[in-house]
């Protein structure tokens, strides 16, 4: 039952290229760096890769990107990085665009043994009726597109409506980061990492989570697990310093108050105005 691995790099040394990858995370809040890191380390290439997103330059997975070690990326959003657009448009890369709900639920249903479902969204859009680029030559021009997929009405409470079938999603590895999570798998998420690491640990045949902070079986209230152990084969303690590196994708800041403000609530508290 105890399932802690010595290192990231032994965690991740039997993907193979090739493989199918869902990778937890929302922009760069809660992604599994150091796994990531450890498979640019270990070489491995022409992977396909499941993820809301694709970081950003230089970070997350845009470092795999950037070494060209991805040959697929199924994902919802694309901003923030140029390498994803370049490599995209050139053709170097093959994108499969998804609504983020879709997305979400295709990975929910791979890690419940659902193999398709049908969902209102993309309904009189090409994602329904196919024709989205999911591949480009290096002259533009689309090589590879998105097949029209099945349709269904349904009859619900406004009346009949138009459903679109959309197939789950099962990945070779899931990868991972948790903020707590014990010998037997069970991880806790915090905040806004809680919103596709779930998802991702569901829907891999082997899932490899990263953890901040390591604790023994039966610390954890079991009211407070998000993602069970059943769902986690391999456990990765990070040091401090790798849990502490974390980025921030786009800084802002709000201006200092000006000198008179200031010089109010300084006051206000000498005087014991203070709330």
């Not at 403000?261 to 203070?274: N, P, S, Y």
């Amino acid at each position: 039952m105890d399932k802690v691995v010595t290192s990231a790099a032994d965690a991740v040394a039997d993907i193979p290229d090739g493989a199918t990858i869902a990778v937890g995370g929302f922009g760069l809040c809660g992604i599994p760096s150091v796994l990531i890191d450890a498979l640019l380390e270990a070489g491995t290439t022409d992977l396909e890769a499941v993820s809301n997103n694709c970081g950003v330059d230089e970070w997350g997975l845009g470092r795999l990107l950037f070494q060209k070690r991805l040959r697929r990326m199924i994902s919802s959003y694309v901003g923030e990085n140029k390498e994803f657009a370049r490599q995209y448009l050139s053709g170097e890369l093959e994108v499969e665009l998804t609504p983020q709900g879709t997305l979400a639920e295709r990975m929910r249903a791979g890690g419940s043994g659902i193999p398709a479902f049908y969902t209102a969204t993309g309904v009189g859009t090409q994602v329904a009726e196919g024709g989205l680029p999911w591949k480009y030559d290096t002259e533009g021009n689309v090589i590879v597109s998105s097949p029209p997929k099945e349709t269904k009405v349904f009859s619900t409470a406004e009346g009949d409506k138009e459903y679109v079938l959309e197939e789950a999603i099962v990945a070779d590895f899931g990868l991972v980061r948790a903020w707590k999570g014990d010998r037997h798998g069970n991880l806790v998420y915090r905040q806004s990492a809680r919103n596709f690491n779930p998802l991702a640990a569901m829907c891999g045949r082997v899932t490899i989570a990263e953890v901040e902070h390591l604790v023994e079986p039966g610390e954890l209230d079991p009211a407070e697990v998000h993602t069970p152990g059943v769902y986690v084969q391999r456990v990765v303690e990070l040091t401090p310093e790798q849990a502490a590196d974390k980025r921030i994708e786009k800084v802002t800041t709000r201006p200092r108050p000006d000198s008179s403000a200031e010089a109010l609530v300084d006051d206000a508290a000498t005087h014991g105005l203070g709330g």
